[in-house]
């Protein structure tokens, strides 16, 4: 990635969704496709730039995604942030085209070592950051940056999006804006999690540009904490 200044100690991370103008970034039923082609290319041309793709089981769990780059040449390794190694063995992420992408599980000492060993053998690459229950990301991020991971996109979920934010590790978000409303207490949104009680613990984001890609709005904003 070029003209990004890396933090110190660990990598730069986008955090790209698309989302519904409500905010939510699935409906109540699960997984919905808010892009369409035009963003599926912006989309992967990011993938195709950054050193790793970050996703939350859940997401694993609920999609089933390849992750995959299409349009563009790169490959990214697929980083599955999973405390206690759910990931189902046939689970496209870690199978599809397997020689070409690595995966890492990022998981915890709570995650069963018979399934670390399966793991193992697929020839992915499991890292135990911290005790658990939850997988320290402070850790993930220190561990990746040592392998010479420079750059991330974050892929969401919401749970996942919110913990990134709450431990300050997101330097840019990057939105695809459907203009669309599903609404739906139990439709994902794109940030979950406990949220922030006092606004001012809240993040600050300066919006950076916004462009009109056919009938969604893409913006682009730094974190300015
Ligand atoms: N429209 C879009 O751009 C987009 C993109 C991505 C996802 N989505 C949607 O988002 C939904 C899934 O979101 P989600 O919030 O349910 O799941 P998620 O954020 O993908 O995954 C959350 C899970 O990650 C694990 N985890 C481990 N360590 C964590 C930590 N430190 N902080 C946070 N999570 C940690 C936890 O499970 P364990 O404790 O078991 O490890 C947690 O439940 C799906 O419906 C998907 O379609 C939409």
Redesign the pocket.
């Known amino acids: 990635m070029k003209d990004v200044i890396i933090p110190n100690g660990r990598p730069y991370v986008i955090l790209n969704?698309?989302?519904s103008l409500d905010g939510k970034?699935?409906t109540c039923e699960?997984?919905?496709e808010?892009s369409d082609e035009l963003d599926w290319k912006r989309v992967h041309k990011l993938r195709a730039e950054v050193d790793g793709i970050l996703?939350?089981?859940?997401?694993i769990l609920?999609?089933d995604p390849k992750l995959r780059v299409k349009y563009f040449e790169g490959n990214p390794t697929r980083i599955i942030?999973?405390?206690?190694c759910?990931i189902p063995l046939d689970a496209k992420v870690i199978n599809f085209e397997r020689e070409k992408y690595p995966a890492i599980i990022a998981t915890t000492e709570q995650a069963p070592k018979e399934k670390i060993e399966a793991l193992k053998k697929l020839d992915v690459e499991v890292l135990i950051c911290g005790p658990g229950?939850?997988?320290d990301?402070d850790d993930l991020m220190h561990k990746l940056r040592q392998k010479g991971f420079k750059s991330l996109m974050l892929?969401?979920?919401?749970?996942?999006?919110f913990?990134m934010f709450e431990q300050n590790l997101i330097d840019e978000v990057r939105i695809c804006m459907a203009p669309v409303i599903v609404g739906g207490e139990k439709a994902?949104s794109l940030v979950?999690g406990k949220g922030f009680i006092d606004l001012n613990e809240a993040v600050n984001l300066k919006l950076m540009k916004m462009e009109k890609l056919g009938k969604n709005i893409i913006l682009f904003y730094k974190v300015v904490d």
Do not use: C, F
């Open positions: 969704a698309a989302m970034i699935s699960g997984g919905a808010y996703i939350g089981i859940g997401t609920k999609d942030i999973d405390s206690k759910r229950p939850q997988v990301l892929e969401g979920g919401g749970t996942l999006n913990s994902v979950e």
